[in-house]
């Protein structure tokens, strides 16, 4: 599975934002089928994610994006978004792909190789490998480096990086044998998040073959 470059993760935080929505379109639209629009959204009701991946989802078949939903496989499967991304405490892997019947791309977060290899055998078509770098975001878990994502890819599924990823070093993550970075502050940060989020993809798309 070919999956997109560039995964831009919304936290609660950010969706927060007056102008999420507006904004997180844009992004979708600027990034075609590079980008991957993430919503980890883990202090909002079912019915709250639910109809902000409806419209998300929607804007994202439109523009040919990822909109991908974390954790809540049921909105996931209900809201017509492109895929679900599984953390620990989610339903296994294998669960997910039954239920889900092909409609969904199915990620799952690994920190090891050992992890990466049993979430592929599951049926993941996709992993998160973190934390690559330091990050706020999880202080408490020790970086490991671009090192991470070439033991991950023994896997055989596409691996995307994460952890403390931005325009500095990305390319050193794509280098190591991934198919794309995850990123949150760099992108939304960012004075412009749209020309943020391109320059991100023209830096790592021919470091991948894209």
Do not use: Y
Request: with cysteine.
């Amino acid at each position: 599975m070919k999956v997109p470059l560039l995964h831009v993760i919304a936290t609660d935080e950010v969706a927060e934002a007056p102008t999420f929505q507006s904004m997180a379109g844009e992004l979708m639209e600027a990034g075609g089928g590079r980008l991957a629009l993430h919503l980890r959204l883990r202090q909002k009701n079912g019915r709250s994610i639910h109809g902000l991946a409806e419209r998300l989802g929607a804007m994202a078949a439109g523009a040919g994006a990822w909109c991908v939903v974390n954790g809540r496989v049921d909105v996931a499967l209900t809201a017509g978004v492109q895929a679900v991304q599984l953390g620990w405490g989610a339903l296994p892997v294998r669960e997910v792909r039954k239920i889900s019947r092909g409609r969904l791309a199915i990620g799952a977060s690994v920190h090891s190789a050992e992890e990466a290899v049993a979430r592929a055998e599951e049926g993941a078509d996709f992993l998160l490998a973190g934390s690559v770098f330091s990050t706020e975001t999880h202080p408490d878990r020790l970086p490991i480096g671009p090192a991470l994502v070439t033991s991950c890819a023994v896997a055989g599924v596409p691996v995307v990086g994460i952890g403390g990823i931005d325009a500095s070093n990305a390319e050193q993550v794509i280098t190591a044998g991934a198919a794309g970075v995850a990123v949150v502050r760099s992108v939304w940060q960012a004075a412009d998040p749209v020309e943020q989020a391109l320059r991100l993809i023209e830096r790592i798309s021919d470091r991948a073959g894209a």
